[in-house]
T-cell receptor, first 113, second 113 residues
Framework: DVKVTQSSRYLVKRTGEKVFLECVQDMDHENMFWYRQDPGLGLRLIYFSYDVKMKEKGDIPEGYSVSREKKERFSLILESASTNQTSMYLC????????????FGDGTRLSIL | AQTVTQSQPEMSVQEAETVTLSCTYDTSESDYYLFWYKQPPSRQMILVIRQEAYKQQNATENRFSVNFQKAAKSFSLKISDSQLGDAAMYFCAYRRGNNDMRFGAGTRLTVKP
């Protein structure tokens, strides 16, 4: 059974902290995504990666960076967390060309105090 | 920019009855894809149904079907014989070519026993 695993379901951090959200997929997929989900706004793409060390900015990359050192792992980094980054974060993966997410993780609900 | 609008933040349906979720989108393109995703409470988002714009026939997956009106830029989801397990957030999404997916704000569906 295919799986996208996000390291934390719930996370509470303080303003100014450096925060790491980890995502691992076991399907050998080329593509991985980080989305942010907010009420009334749906899902918005933060970053997309189509291969190891390759990344592209999505709609809302400001305040975020990503790392993909291995094919199965895609990390989202909040360099200096702010309260407006309190949100649900979804990781996803897909195979082949195209930017359609196929498999999603359970999500990480991040609160910045 | 393409936008996706879901005008119903919340809907409810009685078990075993039929419900229709609305979605409209804005595009000047003729070739694109449309999707409905389901996000159950505290569970992973999954793809429910997909429609290619060049196909006139409406997509169907078991109890889920769409009413695709290309000229009206409308893409509604019909759920027949609703079940308790259908309770979820439903997201409409649009994608053209190799561009990013665009998601609507979502509709929360409640199923009453």
């Amino acid at each position: 059974d295919v799986k996208v695993t996000q390291s934390s379901r719930y996370l509470v951090k303080r303003t100014g902290e450096k925060v790491f959200l980890e995502c691992v997929q076991d399907m050998d997929h080329e593509n991985m995504f980080w989305y942010r989900q907010d009420p009334g706004l749906g899902l918005r793409l933060i970053y997309f990666s189509y291969d190891v060390k390759m990344k592209e900015k999505g709609d809302i990359p400001e305040g975020y960076s990503v790392s993909r050192e291995k094919k199965e792992r895609f990390s989202l980094i909040l360099e200096s967390a702010s309260t407006n980054q309190t949100s649900m974060y979804l990781c996803a993966s897909s195979e082949g060309q195209g930017r359609q997410p196929q498999h999603f993780g359970d999500g990480t609900r991040l609160s910045i105090l | 920019a393409q936008t996706v609008t879901q005008s119903q933040p919340e809907m409810s349906v009685q078990e075993a009855e039929t419900v229709t979720l609305s979605c409209t989108y804005d595009t000047s393109e003729s070739d694109y894809y449309l999707f409905w995703y389901k996000q159950p409470p505290s569970r992973q988002m999954i793809l429910v149904i997909r429609q290619e714009a060049y196909k006139q026939q409406n997509a169907t997956e078991n109890r889920f079907s769409v009413n695709f009106q290309k000229a009206a830029k409308s893409f509604s989801l019909k759920i027949s014989d609703s079940q308790l397990g259908d309770a979820a957030m439903y997201f409409c999404a649009y994608r053209r070519g190799n561009n990013d997916m665009r998601f609507g704000a979502g509709t929360r569906l409640t199923v009453k026993p």
